[in-house]
Nanobody, 119 residues
Framework: VQLQASGGGLVQPGGSLSLSCAASGFSLDEYAIGWFRQAPGKEREGVSC????????YYADSVKGRFTISRDSAKNTVLLQMNSLKPEDTAVYYC?????????????WGQGTQVTVSS
């Protein structure tokens, strides 16, 4: 099981980034997938997650209305579109396979990607 997050970078406040979580060796469509982030000196926090068949989604209050999670089944990826970025969104972002949509504890972590929001 391998997961890899990508798409991070440096962006100005108000800008956008699209993160991608890619998998190898299994289909992401079979699992609930979550995005987490960890800022320096802070605990890792859940940002968003998506269920399997019906693609229900969840967002933390801090990103609701700005971030959108989606699946690209053809590419076996889960995307996190981040708009109206704020400096407080600066963190390393990770994707993870979850136990399920209601039990959102991670089963497998991917490597993270750095997102820096700064002018």
């Amino acid at each position: 099981v391998q997961l890899q997050a990508s798409g991070g970078g440096l962006v100005q406040p108000g800008g956008s980034l699209s993160l991608s979580c890619a998998a190898s060796g299994f289909s992401l469509d079979e699992y609930a997938i979550g995005w987490f982030r960890q800022a320096p000196g802070k605990e890792r926090e859940g940002v968003s997650c998506i269920s399997t068949v019906d693609e229900r989604s969840y967002y933390a209050d801090s990103v609701k209305g700005r971030f959108t999670i989606s699946r690209d089944s053809a590419k076996n990826t889960v995307l996190l579109q981040m708009n109206s970025l704020k400096p407080e969104d600066t963190a390393v972002y990770y994707c993870a396979v979850l136990r399920n949509f209601t039990d959102r504890r991670p089963r497998h972590w991917g490597q993270g990607t750095q997102v820096t929001v700064s002018s």
